[in-house]
Nanobody, 125 residues
């Protein structure tokens, strides 16, 4: 079982930056594909970004390309999401997730991930 705990959410003005972190259970982060999703009330969870175990492959939603950067530090079992040039429409609960495999056509699907964190709120005003 993989446990994921997000942190780093908060309130920021439009144009500002935040970095989210996701701490994973020991000995798991190096073998799992990981991703960030977000959700607003009344909407489905949306895939934001994803990264392969060796950080070779990265995917981003069109809405965040050029503004968000996903990275991971396997030695620290931590996933990151650097969010710059934030917009009010980025306001959401952000979740990290881990799965055993994804592709260019599945990385953004909830079903591609097995484990989920509890989420952290990001508010952009």
């Amino acid at each position: 079982h993989v446990q994921l705990v997000e942190s780093g959410g908060g309130s920021v003005q439009a144009g500002g930056s935040l970095m989210l972190s996701c701490a994973a259970s020991r000995y798991t982060s190096a073998i799992y594909y990981m991703g960030w999703f977000r959700q607003t009330p009344g909407k489905e969870r949306e895939g934001v970004a994803a990264i392969s175990p060796g950080s070779i492959v990265k995917y981003y939603a069109d809405s965040v390309k050029g503004r968000f950067t996903i990275s991971r530090d396997n030695a620290k079992n931590t996933l990151y999401l650097q969010m710059d040039s934030l917009k009010p429409e980025d306001t959401a609960i952000y979740y990290c997730a881990a799965g055993q495999r994804f592709s260019s056509s599945t990385w953004h699907l909830e079903g591609a991930y097995t484990y989920w964190g509890q989420g952290t709120q990001v508010t952009v005003s």
